[in-house]
């Protein structure tokens, strides 16, 4: 029996790559929110949810990093998927002929070149594959959804132009999430993340960071955001290179708990092959 994956958007979304990406045979469950997709896997209506963590245009996606701590749901794994734009309309229609392009706000800021040179209007849709439905629904040829090409298979839209992004480099990421602990060693490039919160004493972020120095441990994204909207309470989110049980992280882990409030581990999984 396939597994069931959640993920938030409509059938075509971006995250429905992924989640084929992750997990081939799956069969997809789309939800509205994000919340929707952990709720999915903690009522057991789903095994697996895939999440967007980061753009490498956009940057990070700052809802899932207030949500992965309290979500309940453990990281298993990474995976990135290189975001090609697609310009999708209906049969018959001619990209000349678009005077208007519905895409999520932040796709939209990808592809402003082409945007521009094409003198089109666009228009705000809460994600891409929506828009692509949108334009199914209404059959106006003057209207085109910039979106991927699943996305116009599922909703029967042409594609008039391919791969209309500013840069080759836009690639996202996204974090497949389970209900169950897997910390297991999976192979030798492994990934630790975890959240925490330092101490209220002078330079606890440099000391609690220090042992990762000494121990030659490499951190590879340390990120903060503000806790229940107060300027001081401050949450970091932390991936490095390593294992939990491997000697120089356990001393460094140990080092953070010292001058650290809480530390919890959110996952240990395999470094992605394209991450390199």
Known sequence: ????????????????????????????????????????????????????????????VADIHRLLPESGLFVVEEVFIRIHINVLGMPGADISNASTALSHMVLLGQCREFIRDRGLRTLAWADTAGAAKHVAETGDRSLVALASELAGDIYGLQVLTRHIEDADYNRTRFFVMSSERNFERRNSEMITAFVFRVRNIPAALYKALGGFATNRVNMLKLESYMVGGSFNATQFFAEIQGHPDDANVALALEELNFFTNSVDVLGVYPAAVSRF
């Not at 994000?34 to 990070?60: M, T």
């Open 1 to 60: 029996m396939s597994e069931i994956v959640a993920f938030q958007g409509e059938p075509g979304a971006y995250s429905h790559e992924a989640s084929l990406e992750a997990r081939p045979d799956c069969e997809v469950l789309p939800c509205g929110t994000f919340e929707g997709a952990v709720e999915a896997v903690k009522s057991e209506k789903a095994d697996l949810a895939v999440l967007p963590v980061e753009n490498s245009i956009y940057g990070r």
